[in-house]
C-alpha cells in the first residue's frame, strides 16, 4: 500500500472546493460588489447630470448616446470598462489564485496533501477563468439589465453613424461583444497567472500583469512601431465595436483572438513548466 | 536573472544584426542636365529645359520611365517618385516643362506644336543614353507617367510618337474644353422624341434646331471636323458630339481661374501654402504669366463672357487627348481621381474608350483622391504604376512577378480598421471597364412636385457644392465637404427609404422638365439622405451643370441630365435625393433674375451599378491561424520536455576539502579512487542501479535472524551487528565501490572535524563508549540503519521495504548561491519510533523537511517513504501528515472551514479524516468557527498540527511543533506524540527544545551544516555524554558536544 486509503491523484482538489475556498475572500467579494454596483452607479450618474438636449454629430458617441437605451448603456459601461477595470478584475482573480496561498503558507500544505502540481494550476486555473469570466460577464449583464430599467427596452442607436438597429436583432451581437471581452482578456488572465505561480506576493502577480498591460498600451501608441503594434496584446482590445456595427466585422476580432489564445497559450504553458520544478520555499 | 540578461543582450544583438544586414534600397543619384529641344509650329524655337536624369542604380541597361509634372509644378515635385521608380531598376527622366520651373519657354497648354515635340526630343535624348534599354536604334524602351497636366502630356506624347511602350496618366483630362464648359443636360424640345441617354453628356439633340448659341457653335463646329479627319475617324464623334454640348456648357469659373492664374499650382498645398519669391512683374507678365499670349487672349475673352467661343473651343481642343487618343498604341493605365470636380471620371471613361477604340490596352482605376484633394492612396498609385510599367516596360519575365493590374479598379471605403482606428481602403476590381453606365441599371422611383427656383439676381449668394482645390480639405475624407443649397433656389425631388443598400457606380441619369423662358443654367446633384438629424450627404461633392435652352413658345423643355460618375454606396433606409439649384459657386451663372418651374419629366432615377466589381479576397492574414497554432504546439513542447531533471547546481560548489570530492563522486566516474569523502552518492549510485534485485535475493538469506522493533539494543551489538552488515553487503554484492567508499567513509567520519576528533580522544579510556561511537558511526555508513537491527538490510527488500516509513540517503541540496544546504544527508526512521531532528539554525532540518514534502527538488540522493521515492505530488504522501515551517491556512475562512477544505482538497472520503480527534487535539473550543485571521499564534499551531493529524498518517512530521503553546499544552503535545507513535506510527519532530525531544523522541538524528552528524536512540546518546561531563545525562552537553561548540 504505497497510498492512503482513498486517495487518487484526480480526485484532489475538487473545483467545488476551490470555488469556496476563493469565494469568501473579501477581495473576490469586493470586485464583484463592484462589478456589480458600477452600473447603477453610472445610472444614477447619467439622471443627476445635465440631459443631452441636442441632436447632431455630436450626439453620436458611445457615451452621449448611453442614456438611448438599455443596450446602448451596457455598451457604454462596457467600453468605459474594458480597458481597465475589467482586465484589472481579470488580473487580481488569476494573479491572486496561486501567489495568496503562497503568501498564506498554504500552498505547502496543498502540495503535500498530495495535490498534483499541474493539477493544483490545472484547478486553480479554471476556478480562476471562471471568476474572470463570471465579472466580465457580470458587469454588462447587470449594465443592461441597469439601463433597461433607466432607460428602457429601446432599439439600439449605433454609435458612430447613429443608426437605429433592432434591440433583439443586437441582442446576439452584444453575446458577441462579451464573448470576445472574454477572449481578449485572455492575455491578462495567462500573464497575472504566470506571476501568480513566481512571486509569493498576490499584489505583486496582480500589479505585474496590470503595470505589463498599461506597458503594452503605451506602446500601441507609438505609431512608429507600425504593423509591430498589431501583434501587441492590448492593440485588438476595441475590435468589439465592430460587433455593433450595422454590418458586422470579424476581421478584427479574429486578429484580436488570434493574438490572446498565442500568448495565452504560451505563458499559461511556461506557467506549468516553471512550477513543475519550482522549489516551493514559501 | 543571468539567463534573463542573456536573453536581452542575445536579442538585442540580434536587433543590431539585423537593422545593419537589412537590404537597404539601392542609392540613386540625380544627375541635373539642361536639354535644348527645337518646337513651335515650325520648328524654329529653341527652350531649354531643365531636367534631372536618374539612372537605374545597379548599371546596366533599363527600360525608361519619362515622370512628367503637373500644372504649376516643377521637375523637382516629381522627384521623390523618380528616386522610388529607379530603385526599382528603371531610369528616370523628369523635366520641367516648357514655362516651368527653370525650364524657358511658354505655357502651350501641352500643344503638339510645343510641349509634345518637346517630349520627343526627350526621348530622343534618351535613345542615346548608354544606361536605357532600345527597342531599336533611336528607339528606347520608355514609359511616361504623371498627373493633371503631366497625364494629358502623356496621353498627346504617347498619340503623337509611337515609341512609347507604356503610359500611367492620372487625374488628367480627355476634352479641356468640356473640362472648362460642361454641359451635363442632353436636350430635346417638348414633344420630341430624339432624346438618348449617351453618357458622354452629348448627344446630338442640340442639332439644327436653332438655339442661339446654335450659330456660335456652327464655324468651330466646321473647323473641328477638319482638325478631327486628320486625326483619324473615329476621333470624329465624340468630336462633334461634345463640340455642341461645349458651346453650351457652363463656364467652371474658380477653375479655370485658378488653372489659368499666374503663378498658381494645382497642388492643394501650394495653393494655400507659400509661393514661390518672384521678382517684380512686367505688365504683360502680370497679364498672361508665362501663357502663350494667344492662350492668354482667348482665357480672358472666356473668362469674362463666361461663355465659349469657337476660338477657345479650337485651342483647347487641340491641348485634348480625346482627338488624338485612337492613335496611343502603348498600353494605357488611366488614373482618376474621384473626387475631383476639375477632370472629372468622365474624362477618364471618354479617354479609355478612345483608346480602346483602337485596340489599345486600358485600365481604369478611379482612387480615392482628385484635384479636390485628398491622397491617402499615393502608395498604392505607385504601386500600380509600377506594376504596370514592370508589366509593361519589362516585358515578360518580371511581368509574372508583378502584380496583375485589373481592368477597372475602384477604391472604397473599407471602414475603420478595427485596431489602428484608421480608414482602410478597399480596391474591388472588374476584369472589364464597364463604362459609366454600369453593368446593371437599378431604377429609383423618385417624387416631388413641380417646384418654383429663382435664379438671384446677380447669382448671388450661390449654392455651394464643392469649393475648387480645397474641398477635400474643408470636408475631410469621404464625402464631398459642406453642400450648400440656398432656399428658393433649389427644387428637390426625393425617393422612398431604399430596401437595400444599393451600390451606384457609374453616372445616373434622370429626366427632367424645366419651364420658363429662354435659356436656364442649372445645377444638379444628387445626395444620400440618412435621416432628418444628419446632413444629407453629396457624393464626392459633385454637381452636374446643365444649360436647357426653353424653345421660344414651348414654355417648357426636357432634357436627360447626366449627373456626376460616382462610386457610392447608399444604406438601407436612406433615401437619395435629386436637387435642381439655379447657382453654384464654382459656376460662372447668369446675372439675370430668373424664375423657373422644374418638375420631372419622368420619375424614373436610372442608377447604374457594377456587379462585376468584386473586392480582391483580401482573406484572412495568415498569421491569424498560424499564430496560435504555432503556439499551441510551443506550447505543447514546453510542458512536453518540462519534465526532464532539475538542473543541478551542484557543479557551481567550490571544490573544499570535503565537499568537492563529493561532486566529483556525483558524476560517477570516480568511485574507487577517491579517498575522501561522502560515500552518500556512490550509495544513491548503487540503489538505483540494477542492483536492488541482487539486494533482495542476499538479504532474504539474513531475514530470519532479523530482530524487528525500535528498541534500543546493546552498544556492542549493534556495533558488531553493523559491522557485519558492511561487510556483507560489500561481499554479497560485490561492489567494490560500495566496499571502498564505506571504508573510507570511517575514515573521514572519524576524521572529518577536528573537533570530533578531540572527541574521541576524550573518550577514549572508555572502552564501550568508544566502541558505541564508533557502533553509530558505523551503523550509518551501513545504510542509514543506527537502531541496532542488526539484518534490517532485510528492510531494503522489496515486500518489506514499504515498511519503512522513511529512508533518506545521500541527499544533496545546494543553496542558490552553491552552499549546501544539506549535504550527503543519510538516514532511516523505523516504524513506531518518534525521531528528534536536532540541530542549530541553519543545519538543513527545514530544507530537509521540506525535501520530504516533495516541495524542493534534491540535487542528489533520494528521499523514499514506505519504500516509495518522494517527488513533487507523489502519491506516497497521502501517507505524510505535515507541519513544517509554521501553519498555513486562509485567513478569511473559519478554522473549522479551513481544516474541512483542506481535508476536501485531499479528494479522500470524509470519513477518513478522523476530524474529532484531530479537533480534539487542536482544542480550540468555541474559536473553530471564528475566522483564523483572528487566532493567537499558539492557535493556529494547534489547529496546524490538527491539521497535520488529519486521516491519521503514517507518518507525522512536525517542525518545532510545541513554539507558542504553553507548558501544560507541551506536555500534552508530548503525551500526544508518544500515543500517536505507540499504534505503530512514525513522528518525526524538529526541535530547538533539546529537553523536549529528550522526553519525547525515541531516537535523534542530530544535523550540522547539513551534515548528519549523529544519530541513534536517545538513550545511546545520553549514554554516551555522561561520563563525559561528570553530570547528569542532558541531550543538551550531547548536542552541544556533538556539533563542536561546547562549553
Redesign the interface.
Known amino acids: 500500500?504505497?497510498?492512503?486509503?482513498?486517495?487518487?491523484?484526480?480526485?484532489?482538489?475538487?473545483l467545488?472546493?476551490?470555488i469556496?475556498?476563493q469565494f469568501?475572500?473579501?477581495r473576490t467579494l469586493g470586485m464583484f460588489a463592484l462589478l456589480l454596483a458600477l452600473p447603477w452607479v453610472l445610472v444614477i450618474a447619467f439622471q443627476i447630470g445635465p440631459q443631452p438636449s441636442g441632436?447632431?454629430?455630436a450626439a453620436l458617441r458611445v457615451s452621449d448616446l448611453a442614456t438611448q437605451s438599455g443596450l446602448n448603456f451596457a455598451t457604454f459601461a462596457l467600453s468605459v470598462s474594458a480597458s481597465f477595470l475589467l482586465v484589472v478584475a481579470v488580473a487580481l482573480f488569476c494573479g491572486d489564485t496561486v501567489a495568496s496561498?503562497a503568501n498564506?503558507?498554504?500552498?505547502?500544505?496543498?502540495?503535500?496533501?498530495?495535490?498534483?502540481?499541474?493539477?493544483l494550476l490545472r484547478q486553480k486555473l479554471i476556478v480562476a477563468l471562471g471568476y474572470s469570466a463570471t465579472a466580465v460577464i457580470c458587469l454588462p449583464v447587470m449594465a443592461l439589465v441597469a439601463g433597461t430599467l433607466a432607460f428602457g427596452w429601446k432599439d439600439i442607436q449605433v454609435p458612430g453613424t447613429?443608426?437605429v438597429l433592432p434591440a433583439l436583432d443586437m441582442l446576439p451581437r452584444f453575446g458577441i461583444v462579451i464573448a470576445y471581452a472574454l477572449v481578449s482578456q485572455l492575455v491578462v488572465a495567462a500573464l497575472a497567472f504566470l506571476i501568480s505561480t513566481m512571486t509569493d506576493s498576490p499584489l505583486g502577480a496582480v500589479g505585474g500583469a496590470v503595470g505589463l498591460w498599461i506597458v503594452s498600451t503605451i506602446l500601441q501608441a507609438v505609431e512608429a512601431l507600425g504593423v509591430v503594434?498589431?501583434f501587441l496584446p492590448t492593440?485588438?482590445n476595441?475590435?468589439w465595436?465592430?460587433a455593433l456595427?450595422?454590418e458586422l466585422?470579424w476581421?478584427?476580432?479574429?486578429?484580436?483572438a488570434?493574438?490572446s489564445?498565442?500568448?495565452a497559450?504560451?505563458l499559461?504553458?511556461?506557467a506549468?513548466?516553471r512550477f513543475?520544478?519550482k522549489?516551493?520555499?514559501s | 536573472m543571468k539567463r534573463v540578461a542573456a536573453l536581452v543582450v542575445a536579442l538585442a544583438l540580434i536587433g543590431v544584426t539585423t537593422w545593419l544586414v537589412w537590404p537597404s534600397a539601392p542609392e540613386v543619384r540625380g544627375q541635373d542636365q539642361q536639354i535644348t529641344v527645337v518646337d513651335g509650329p515650325a520648328d524654329d524655337q529653341r527652350v531649354e529645359l531643365d531636367t534631372t536624369f536618374f539612372p537605374p542604380p545597379d548599371g546596366g541597361k533599363a527600360p525608361a520611365v519619362l515622370l512628367a509634372h503637373g500644372f504649376g509644378g516643377s521637375k523637382q515635385s516629381m522627384r521623390d517618385q523618380a528616386v522610388r521608380l529607379a530603385q526599382q531598376g528603371y531610369a528616370v527622366l523628369t523635366w520641367s516643362a516648357r514655362g516651368f520651373g527653370r525650364s524657358t519657354g511658354q505655357i502651350a497648354l501641352n500643344s503638339p506644336d510645343y510641349e509634345v515635340k518637346d517630349v520627343k526630343q526627350l526621348i530622343d535624348w534618351l535613345a542615346k543614353r548608354p544606361e536605357v534599354q532600345l527597342d531599336a536604334s533611336g528607339d528606347p524602351r520608355v514609359g511616361i507617367a504623371g498627373g493633371s497636366y503631366g497625364g494629358a502630356i502623356a496621353l498627346m506624347t504617347a498619340a503623337h510618337d509611337q515609341r512609347v511602350d507604356a503610359i500611367v496618366p492620372q487625374i488628367t483630362w480627355s476634352d479641356l474644353a468640356d473640362a472648362l464648359f460642361p454641359n451635363a443636360a442632353t436636350t430635346a424640345t417638348t414633344g420630341s422624341t430624339g432624346t438618348t441617354t449617351g453618357t458622354t453628356g452629348a448627344t446630338s439633340a442640340t442639332g439644327a434646331t436653332g438655339q442661339p448659341t446654335g450659330s456660335a457653335a456652327d464655324p468651330s463646329s466646321g473647323g473641328q471636323e477638319a482638325d478631327a479627319a486628320t486625326g483619324g475617324a473615329t476621333g470624329t464623334a465624340p468630336s462633334t458630339a461634345g463640340q455642341a454640348a461645349v458651346a453650351s456648357g457652363v463656364f467652371k469659373r474658380m477653375w479655370a481661374g485658378i488653372f489659368f492664374g499666374q503663378g498658381v499650382s494645382l497642388d492643394t498645398m501650394s495653393l494655400l501654402g507659400r509661393r514661390e519669391a518672384a521678382g517684380p512683374l512686367t505688365a504683360e507678365q502680370a497679364r498672361c504669366g508665362r501663357f502663350l499670349p494667344a492662350i492668354c487672349d482667348i482665357y480672358q475673352q472666356v473668362a469674362k463672357d463666361g461663355r465659349a467661343t469657337p476660338e477657345a473651343i479650337a485651342l483647347l481642343r487641340e491641348s485634348s487627348p480625346v482627338t488624338v487618343a485612337n492613335r496611343i498604341k502603348a498600353p494605357t493605365l488611366l488614373i482618376q481621381g474621384q473626387r475631383d470636380s476639375l477632370f472629372p471620371l468622365s474624362h477618364a471613361d471618354a479617354n479609355a474608350r478612345a483608346i480602346a477604340s483602337a485596340g489599345t490596352t486600358v485600365s481604369l482605376a478611379w482612387f480615392d483622391g482628385g484635384h479636390d484633394g485628398g491622397n491617402g492612396e499615393a502608395d498604392w498609385l505607385f504601386d500600380q504604376s509600377a506594376a504596370w510599367f514592370a508589366r509593361y516596360l519589362k516585358g515578360e519575365g518580371s511581368a509574372e512577378a508583378a502584380p496583375p493590374v485589373s481592368a477597372f479598379t475602384v477604391t472604397r471605403d473599407g471602414?475603420r480598421?478595427?485596431?489602428?482606428?484608421q480608414r482602410v481602403r478597399l480596391h474591388p476590381e472588374a476584369g472589364s471597364y464597364p463604362g459609366l453606365a454600369g453593368t446593371d441599371v437599378t431604377s429609383v422611383e423618385l417624387s416631388g412636385p413641380e417646384q418654383n427656383i429663382v435664379n438671384p439676381p446677380g447669382g448671388a449668394p450661390a449654392s455651394i457644392s464643392t469649393v475648387p482645390g480645397i474641398g477635400g480639405l474643408l470636408g475631410g475624407q469621404g464625402n464631398g465637404g459642406v453642400a450648400i443649397d440656398m432656399p428658393g433656389q433649389s427644387a428637390t425631388f426625393e425617393s422612398r427609404p431604399l430596401t437595400a443598400p444599393l451600390q451606384l457606380t457609374g453616372s445616373p441619369t434622370v429626366k427632367v422638365k424645366v419651364s420658363g423662358k429662354g435659356e436656364a443654367t442649372l445645377f444638379a446633384k444628387l445626395y444620400d439622405v440618412?435621416?432628418d438629424?444628419?446632413l444629407p450627404t453629396l457624393p464626392a461633392g459633385l454637381v452636374a451643370p446643365i444649360r436647357v435652352t426653353i424653345p421660344e413658345g414651348a414654355g417648357s423643355a426636357e432634357a436627360t441630365v447626366t449627373l456626376p460618375a460616382v462610386d457610392h454606396r447608399f444604406?438601407v433606409?436612406h433615401r437619395l435625393r435629386l436637387v435642381v439649384t439655379t447657382t453654384d459657386m464654382g459656376f460662372a451663372t447668369p446675372a439675370e433674375p430668373a424664375t423657373y418651374q422644374v418638375s420631372l419629366a419622368s420619375p424614373t432615377l436610372a442608377v447604374p451599378t457594377v456587379s462585376t466589381l468584386a473586392a480582391a479576397p483580401t482573406g484572412?492574414?495568415w498569421?491569424?491561424?498560424a499564430?496560435?497554432l504555432?503556439?499551441?504546439v510551443?506550447?505543447?513542447a514546453?510542458?512536453a520536455?518540462?519534465?526532464t531533471a532539475?538542473r543541478s547546481r551542484l557543479r557551481t560548489i567550490p571544490a573544499t576539502a570535503g565537499t568537492g570530492v563529493s561532486s566529483a563522486e556525483k558524476t560517477g566516474a570516480d568511485l574507487t579512487t577517491s579517498v575522501n569523502g561522502s560515500t552518500v552518492t556512490a550509495d544513491a549510485h548503487a540503489d538505483t542501479g540494477a542492483e536492488p534485485e541482487a539486494r533482495a535475493e542476499t538479504s532474504a538469506g539474513t531475514e530470519p535472524g532479523a530482530v524487528a522493533g525500535a528498541a534500543a539494543g546493546a552498544g556492542a551489538d549493534e556495533g558488531a551487528a553493523s559491522d557485519d552488515r558492511t561487510d556483507g553487503i560489500t561481499a554479497r554484492n560485490g561492489h567494490a565501490g560500495r566496499a571502498a567508499a564505506a571504508e573510507e567513509q570511517v575514515t573521514t567520519a572519524e576524521g572529518r572535524v577536528t573537533t570530533a576528533e578531540g572527541r574521541v580522544t576524550t573518550a577514549e579510556g572508555r572502552a564501550t563508549t568508544a566502541e558505541d561511537r564508533v557502533a553509530v558511526v558505523a551503523g550509518r555508513v551501513g545504510g542509514g540503519s543506527p537502531s541496532g537491527e542488526s539484518d534490517s538490510g532485510g528492510g531494503r527488500r522489496e515486500g518489506d521495504g514499504?515498511e519503512v516509513p522513511l529512508e533518506i540517503s545521500g541527499l544533496t541540496k545546494a543553496y542558490r548561491n552553491g552552499e549546501l544546504a544539506v549535504d550527503g544527508l543519510s538516514f532511516r526512521v523505523e516504524r513506531g519510533q518518534v525521531l528528534g531532528l536536532l540541530g542549530p539554525n541553519g543545519a538543513g532540518k527545514t530544507t530537509t523537511m521540506?525535501m520530504m514534502?516533495?516541495?524542493?527538488?534534491p540535487d542528489a540522493g533520494e528521499i523514499r517513504i514506505?519504500?516509495?521515492r518522494v517527488t513533487?505530488?507523489?502519491?506516497?504522501?497521502?501517507?505524510?501528515g505535515?507541519f513544517?515551517?509554521?501553519?498555513?491556512?486562509?485567513?478569511?475562512?473559519s478554522g473549522r472551514?479551513n481544516i474541512e477544505?483542506?481535508w476536501?482538497?485531499?479528494?479522500?472520503?470524509r470519513a477518513?479524516a478522523h476530524f474529532d480527534e484531530a479537533l480534539e487535539i487542536a482544542n480550540l473550543g468555541k474559536a473553530l468557527e471564528r475566522a483564523v485571521r483572528t487566532y493567537s499564534q499558539g492557535m493556529r499551531q494547534r489547529l496546524a498540527i490538527a491539521?497535520a493529524m488529519l486521516?491519521l498518517?503514517?507518518l507525522l512530521v512536525l517542525d518545532e511543533p510545541t513554539n507558542g503553546l504553553d507548558p501544560p499544552q507541551i506536555r500534552e503535545m508530548r503525551e500526544v506524540l508518544k500515543r500517536y507513535a505507540r499504534d505503530g506510527r512514525t513522528v518525526i519532530v524538529s526541535s530547538h527544545m533539546l529537553a523536549e525531544v529528550e522526553q519525547a523522541c525515541s531516537h535523534v538524528v542530530v544535523m550540522q551544516r547539513g551534515r548528519l552528524i549523529s544519530t541513534g536512540p536517545v538513550s545511546l546518546l545520553l549514554g554516551s555524554a555522561t561520563v563525559a561531563n561528570g553530570h547528569g545525562p542532558r541531550l543538551e552537553d550531547v548536542f552541544l558536544d556533538l556539533i563542536g561548540d561546547k562549553t
Open positions: 500500500m504505497t497510498t492512503a486509503t482513498g486517495y487518487a491523484p484526480n480526485r484532489t482538489l475538487p467545488r472546493v476551490e469556496v475556498r469568501k475572500r473579501r441632436q447632431g454629430q496561498e498564506w503558507s498554504s500552498l505547502r500544505y496543498l502540495l503535500a496533501a498530495p495535490v498534483p502540481r499541474d493539477r447613429g443608426e503594434r498589431e492593440f485588438w476595441n475590435a465595436t465592430d456595427a450595422p466585422d476581421s478584427g476580432m479574429i486578429k484580436g488570434s493574438v489564445i498565442t500568448y497559450a504560451i499559461v504553458a511556461v506549468f513548466r513543475r520544478h522549489d516551493v520555499t | 471602414g480598421d478595427p485596431g489602428t482606428r440618412a435621416d438629424a444628419q444604406a433606409g484572412v492574414a498569421w491569424v491561424w499564430m496560435p504555432a503556439a499551441v510551443i506550447a505543447a514546453l510542458l520536455t518540462g519534465r532539475p514499504s521540506r514534502m516533495g516541495l524542493i527538488h514506505f519504500g516509495e513533487p505530488g507523489a502519491p506516497v504522501l497521502s501517507r505524510l505535515s513544517v515551517e509554521g501553519p498555513g491556512f486562509l485567513p478569511h475562512l472551514d477544505l483542506y476536501a482538497a485531499t479528494g479522500r472520503p477518513d491539521q486521516g498518517p503514517d
